[in-house]
C-alpha cells in the first residue's frame, strides 16, 4: 500500500500545483482588461474574442499550472512544452483575436517600433532565434531557474518575439514589410529551422546538459513524492527527458509552423482559383 500511497501524494501535489503568481496573475488582468475595452470599440467579433480567450487561457497553462512546477524542477521536456506555448501558440492566439481595427491602433501607437522589428522580415526570425538560442545556453538557463526577476524577464522576451515573429503573419496588412503569400510561406520556412536545429541538438545528445534536471533527490523534498513519479513511475532519466523536449521542439514545433504555411497555401490557391473563374466569368461574350 505504501507505494500506492506515495503515488496518491504525487498525483495530488502535482494536481493541486496551481499559482497565482503575480506577474502573472497582474499581466492576465491587463491583457484582459485592454481586450474588454477594445473589442466593443473597435467592431470585434465572437470568433476574435474567443481566439484572445484561447490565447489567455493557454498563457495560464504554460505559467500558473502544474506544467510550471514540472519545468522548474523536474522536467526539461515540460519547460520545452511551455516554451512552445509562450512562443508559437499564445502570440499566434492572441494575434488572430484582434480584429483589424484594433491591429492598426496598435500599428499606431506603436509605428517606430513595428517598422525597426519588422520592417525587415531577417529581423523577426533573428530575434526569435537569438532568443531560442541564448535562453537554451546552460549557464543562463540555470540562471533563470533560481532568479524570480530573470525566470520572468525569460518568459516575457519569449512572448515578445513571438509576437513580433508571427506579427506579419496574422496581420500581414498592418506589418511595415507586406509580405505576399508567397514571402509568408518562405518566412515561416526560415523561422522554422532553427526549431529544427536546437531540436536535433538535443534529441542527439549523448549526456545531459542541465544540472537541474540531473539532481538524485527530490528538488521540493521527499513528502511531495514527485521526484519517484517522474523518474520511477514515468521512468524519465535525464537524458531521456532531455531528447523528448528535443523531440517536441522538433516535431511538434514544426508542425505549427508548417500549419500556417498549409493554412496560406490554400487560402492563397482559393484565392487565385475564384480570380481565375471572375476572369473567365468577364470575357465570355454576352
Not at 135 to 143: F, G, K, R, S
Request: hydrophobic share 55%; with cysteine; charged share 10%.
Amino acid at each position: 500500500m505504501e507505494p500506492l500511497a506515495a503515488a496518491d501524494r504525487a498525483w495530488r501535489t502535482l494536481l493541486g500545483a496551481w499559482s497565482a503568481e503575480p506577474s502573472v496573475t497582474l499581466g492576465l488582468a491587463a491583457l484582459g482588461g485592454w481586450y474588454a475595452r477594445q473589442w466593443p470599440r473597435r467592431g470585434g467579433n465572437r470568433g476574435q474574442a474567443l481566439l484572445f480567450a484561447a490565447g489567455l487561457f493557454t498563457l495560464v497553462l504554460a505559467l500558473a499550472s502544474p506544467l510550471d512546477l514540472l519545468a522548474d524542477n523536474y522536467l526539461f521536456s515540460a519547460h520545452m512544452a511551455q516554451h512552445l506555448l509562450l512562443v508559437e501558440v499564445v502570440p499566434l492566439l492572441l494575434l488572430l483575436g484582434l480584429c483589424p481595427p484594433m491591429a492598426q491602433a496598435l500599428r499606431a501607437r506603436f509605428r517606430g517600433a513595428e517598422r525597426l522589428l519588422t520592417g525587415n522580415p531577417i529581423v523577426p526570425i533573428a530575434l526569435a532565434s537569438g532568443a531560442l538560442a541564448a535562453w537554451h545556453v546552460p549557464t543562463l538557463y540555470e540562471a533563470a531557474l533560481v532568479s524570480l526577476p530573470l525566470h520572468v524577464i525569460e518568459h516575457l522576451v519569449y512572448l515578445v518575439s513571438g509576437v513580433v515573429l508571427w506579427w506579419p503573419i496574422a496581420h500581414p496588412r498592418c506589418a511595415s514589410a507586406r509580405l505576399g503569400p508567397l514571402a509568408r510561406i518562405l518566412y515561416l520556412f526560415a523561422a522554422c529551422l532553427p526549431n529544427t536545429g536546437l531540436g536535433g541538438v538535443l534529441t542527439f545528445a549523448v549526456a545531459p546538459f542541465y544540472r537541474t534536471y540531473m539532481a538524485t533527490t527530490d528538488p521540493l523534498g521527499p513528502e511531495f513524492g514527485l521526484f519517484p513519479l517522474t523518474r520511477g513511475a514515468w521512468g524519465v532519466s535525464p537524458l531521456v527527458d532531455q531528447q523528448l523536449g528535443g523531440l517536441l521542439m522538433w516535431v511538434p514545433g514544426g508542425l505549427v509552423y508548417l500549419g500556417a504555411i498549409g493554412v496560406i497555401f490554400f487560402r492563397w490557391y482559393a484565392a487565385e482559383a475564384a480570380w481565375d473563374v471572375r476572369a473567365r466569368r468577364e470575357q465570355r461574350p454576352s
